[in-house]
């Protein structure tokens, strides 16, 4: 039966049980409102460590807009039998006042790859991330922890503050999972009426197409302004972005000389949608 836990001191005195008998642990942060996305990441959770913390915890410090934060779905019942079916040892689920008691008053913010795509769209959303993540860490004492691609971004973030800051804990990046039709998995689809769902995986489609455009070598600028033509076409609106940047360091790819993401995000409808591939 996975345990659930609300107290950070609670949860200490099982880890420290734990790591008396030499287990390694591993963490899967997350938002809740969990789907095969996130359940991927605690099987690969399982596969690589002896114990397995799911935390559920919606930061407030990441929203940069208090509708998308009262609208966030939320079910924990539902969560806690999907990962019980994981075998997921313990779901850690803090209340804000747990996290961010009275007179909370640190921040932990990355420069520099914090800066472009989600940064520039969602102030300050980074250094709630690279908070909420450095207590976490703390509070679970895993020595890994598990991020979707999904997010892109946020896991190089990550990356860079837990070696910037030498934190124990090796951060292992695990695959997009997709819907048949492509639609990456997230939370928030379940908020896309039944016409938006319908359009929703055009992105993905459209994503793929002026990947291997590029890579047939047509000019990569040209391709993603008619990638964006095709998506405003099939019913999008607010493209936030729509770029290709490289894998090191995300720095704008003029070209496929190096490494490089497609990234986007868009709206469709009220609701924020963003994706990325290689490419
Ligand atoms: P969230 O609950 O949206 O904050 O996501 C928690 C973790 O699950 C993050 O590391 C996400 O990147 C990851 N995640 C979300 N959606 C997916 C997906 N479709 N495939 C893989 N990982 C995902």
Same mark, same amino acid.
């Given at each position: #039966?996975?345990?659930?836990?609300?107290?950070?001191?609670?949860?200490?005195?099982?880890?420290?049980?734990?790591?008396?008998?030499?287990? /390694?642990?591993?963490?899967?942060?997350?938002?809740?409102?969990?789907?095969?996305?996130? /359940?991927?990441?605690?099987?690969?959770?399982?596969?690589?460590?002896?114990?397995?913390?799911?935390?559920? +915890?919606?930061?407030?410090?990441?929203?940069?807009?208090?509708?998308?934060?009262?609208?966030?779905? &939320?079910?924990?019942?539902?969560?806690?039998?999907?990962?019980?079916?994981?075998?997921?040892?313990?779901?850690?689920?803090?209340?804000?006042?747990?996290?961010?008691?009275?007179? +909370?008053?640190?921040?932990?913010?990355?420069?520099?790859?914090?800066?472009?795509?989600?940064?520039? +769209?969602? !102030?300050?959303?980074?250094?709630?991330?690279?908070?909420?993540?450095?207590?976490?860490?703390?509070?679970?004492?895993?020595? &890994?922890?598990?991020?979707?691609?999904?997010?892109?971004?946020?896991?190089?973030?990550?990356?860079?503050?837990?070696?910037? /800051?030498?934190? !124990?804990?090796?951060?292992?990046?695990? !695959?997009?999972?997709?819907?048949?039709?492509?639609?990456?998995?997230?939370?928030?689809?379940?908020? /896309?009426?039944?016409?938006?769902?319908?359009?929703?995986?055009?992105?993905?489609?459209? #994503?793929?197409?002026?990947?291997?455009? #590029?890579?047939?070598?047509? !000019?990569?600028?040209?391709?993603?302004?008619?990638?964006?033509?095709?998506?405003?076409?099939?019913? +999008?609106?607010?493209?936030?972005?729509?770029?290709?940047?490289?894998?090191?360091?995300?720095?704008?790819?003029?070209?496929?000389?190096?490494?490089?993401?497609?990234?986007?995000?868009?709206?469709?409808?009220?609701?924020?949608?963003?994706?990325?591939?290689?490419?």
């Amino acid at each position: #039966m996975t345990e659930v836990i609300r107290s950070a001191d609670e949860l200490r005195e099982k880890v420290a049980g734990w790591k008396r008998s030499g287990m /390694l642990v591993g963490v899967v942060p997350t938002m809740g409102a969990l789907h095969d996305g996130h /359940l991927s990441l605690a099987r690969a959770a399982r596969e690589q460590s002896d114990r397995v913390i799911v935390t559920v +915890f919606v930061n407030p410090m990441q929203f940069n807009n208090a509708s998308d934060l009262e609208k966030y779905p &939320r079910d924990e019942a539902h969560d806690l039998a999907l990962l019980d079916s994981e075998g997921v040892d313990v779901l850690f689920a803090p209340g804000v006042d747990e996290v961010y008691p009275d007179g +909370f008053a640190t921040t932990v913010s990355v420069s520099g790859i914090t800066e472009p795509l989600e940064g520039a +769209f969602r !102030p300050g959303h980074f250094d709630g991330v690279a908070t909420v993540c450095s207590k976490l860490f703390g509070m679970t004492q895993a020595g &890994r922890a598990f991020f979707g691609e999904k997010d892109w971004q946020q896991l190089q973030v990550v990356q860079r503050f837990v070696r910037d /800051l030498n934190i !124990p804990v090796r951060i292992i990046g695990c !695959p997009t999972i997709r819907e048949e039709d492509g639609l990456a998995m997230s939370s928030r689809n379940v908020r /896309l009426s039944a016409t938006e769902r319908a359009t929703a995986p055009v992105l993905h489609a459209v #994503m793929q197409a002026a990947a291997s455009d #590029m890579r047939a070598g047509k !000019p990569v600028q040209t391709a993603l302004m008619d990638a964006q033509a095709e998506l405003l076409e099939a019913g +999008f609106r607010d493209i936030e972005y729509l770029e290709l940047r490289t894998v090191e360091g995300l720095r704008p790819a003029p070209d496929l000389s190096q490494p490089a993401r497609m990234l986007a995000a868009l709206w469709l409808g009220d609701v924020r949608l963003i994706d990325n591939i290689a490419v």
